[in-house]
């Protein structure tokens, strides 16, 4: 039996610059691609772990501010 995957990617080439820079290629299933750049690893491996969770719930709603409070006289 098949795992099924999180994600949509088929595979991911990833370029490593000499300046320390990488930019990253992505097949989805459907054949399409997208690539993006990244200055370093740190910044590189946040992207594909984002990536890599699927899609997230969006976050609650947050509670509207409380009006300010009249100057003192």
Do not use: C, R, V, Y
Request: proline share 8%.
């Amino acid at each position: 039996m098949a795992k099924k995957k999180k994600h949509a990617m088929k595979h991911t080439h990833i370029e490593h610059h000499d300046d320390g820079s990488h930019t990253k290629k992505h097949t989805m299933d459907d054949g399409s691609e997208t690539s993006s750049a990244h200055a370093d690893d740190a910044s590189m491996m946040q992207a594909m772990q984002g990536a890599m969770q699927g899609p997230q719930e969006a976050p609650a709603a947050a509670a509207p501010a409380a009006p300010p409070e009249p100057a003192a006289a």
